[in-house]
């Protein structure tokens, strides 16, 4: 109930524009006030008995609070420092001359010790929260033999109005952060999606084109192949951006993405094996197509930057291994190639950078693990496990993280 009072009593600059709540919130508004012209009829019916002139100071300053009120949205510093000046002006008339309180100014600012303590300033906040205080107490002291009953009451409804406000302040700040989360994670989602399909994509046409150059002037026709296949890939890539845009464009962004499953696999290898490295894809007793469709993804996209990593950072590569398979609850993949461990410059490979870190964090988004790091052999390997009914990962012989660059989580 309290969250939706928040949403009800959003600044007009924020408040969500569903036309439903729009018009609950103004009916609020109008119920609110309907209630405060209520009291000043009130009171002004009690100072019609009283037939003094001073007894109209307080329906006068209860129709000034509800004014105040009436502005709260759109000024509220400035209809509650109004409403506290026009309150203890009355209260001093009242040291002279016979000035009861105000219901309506009383409920008036309360609503307006709520308002400010949740959206104004903290320094104004407290100024003017100390403000309403001082003109409620003011209205309890006109009492006279009943003050000291009055104060009390008065006191605990302020200091109601003081939490109410200091809550909902607090989901607003909630609210706030809540919504740079979500839009930190967006940012987070497009930068791996476009990592994922330009750097493969991109990768490809600079493998082929540094072949094309190697080849072009002893074998023109192996030059043309490479310049058909670059062909391919840019179209390849076209593609695969324009399903990334219509897929951030739509509601159903998941059925938009690229192909997952067996089908999905099979296209990858087919592609990385078009740049003349043999690369092999083993299933070992797991189905892509019943994957659920997050771990069929995540399977297809660890495998897709896995490749990736080898084609652009592997040395003398001549096979890649590619295996899928069920353990315990959980698929695991495997990418293992037979790299020579040596960069040109004679220094350890290194496969750092943000495709492992995306990796690890799709497998740790699923609640898996991943692994990655030269082996003994030489080469280099990656594991990852993936959970699918929320297993524990199992005990694996990964490599151990020795080069910069290796993710370990």
Known sequence: MIRYAAWLSYPADVRVRHPLIRGLSQGADLALLGFLGLLILLDAALASSLATPAALVAPLTGAITAGAVAMRRRWPETATALAVACSLAASLVALNHDVFASAADVVGLLVLTAVVVRSTPRSAALVLAM????????????????????????GLLFAIAVASGGYLRWLDWQRVLAAADARRDERLDLAQELHDLVAHYVTGIVVQAQAAQVVAAQRPAAAHEALAQIEQAGTEALTAMRRLVGSLRSDHAAGDGPPAGTAGLRDLLDQYNASGVPARLQLKGVDPDRLPPAVATSVHRIVLESLTNVRRHGVDVTAVDVVVSRVRDGVQIVVRDNASGASPH????????????????????LGGTLAAGPTDAGGWEMQAWLPIDGDEPPSTDAPAARTEGTIAQ
């Not at 403000?131 to 008065?154: D, K, M, P, Y």
């Not at 004679?346 to 740790?364: F, I, K, N």
Request: glycine fraction near 22%.
């Open 346 to 365: 004679g220094r350890p490979a290194s496969r750092g950078g943000y495709g492992l870190v995306g990796m690890a964090e799709r497998a740790a988004a």
């Open 131 to 154: 403000g309403t205080g001082a003109a409620i107490l003011g209205n309890a002291l006109r009492t006279g033999s009943e003050a000291e009953g009055l104060v009390v009451i008065f």
